[in-house]
């Protein structure tokens, strides 16, 4: 796990989805990504020192560790962008999480010292596993919708509807 955000590391990251993948192209049942990104994170960092956003991560993998299954697996990606492998979930069911982890988030107000509280967004991209078996295609899928959900203002939810479309929402 990571030390900072007991979410798990990156390096289990092939193995964990690889099963996943498999295991959803095998029973024919719906998997879905969450790729969220914590919008404007570097200004935290600038403008509070590293260790609030430190404290901005900590609070952040909470909610996001709250709000999934225990049968979910959340992912430290890399800096302020985790990864959730949602199984068993559709397409509708992975965006009203998506949603909720939106709303959670924006909701909150962590704070970094007795004095400061700071308001934070995050964006998120949503991708369902359509048959490809290569996990990183998957991946690829929910990167793109997180950068449109980026491109179109942040603290919104876009989702990946086929290789070429992106729904932003």
Known sequence: R????????????PSILGREVSLAK?????????????DHFKMIND?????????????VAEYLLDAVRGSDYVFR????VFLIVLVET???EAQAVAERIRKTIASQKP?????????????????????????????DLADKAL????????????????????VST
Not at 47 to 59: C, K, M, N, P, R
Not at 114 to 136: C, L, M, R
């Open 47 to 59: 403008t509070h020192g590293h260790s609030a956003g430190d404290i901005v991560l900590s609070h």
């Open 77 to 80: 990606y890399g800096g302020e």
């Open 147 to 166: 950068y449109r959900a980026k491109q179109e203002g942040r603290n919104r939810v876009c989702v990946a509807q086929s290789p070429e479309s992106v």
């Open 90 to 92: 559709s397409r509708s």
């Open 26 to 38: 095998s029973t024919q049942s719906p998997l879905a990504l969450l790729m969220v990104d914590v």
């Open 111 to 139: 704070s970094i010292s007795d004095a400061v509280k700071v308001e934070i967004t995050a964006s998120v991209g949503v991708a369902n596993f359509e048959g490809h078996p290569d996990y990183q295609y998957l991946i």
């Open 2 to 13: 990571d030390p900072l955000t007991r979410t798990l590391n990156r390096r289990f990251l």
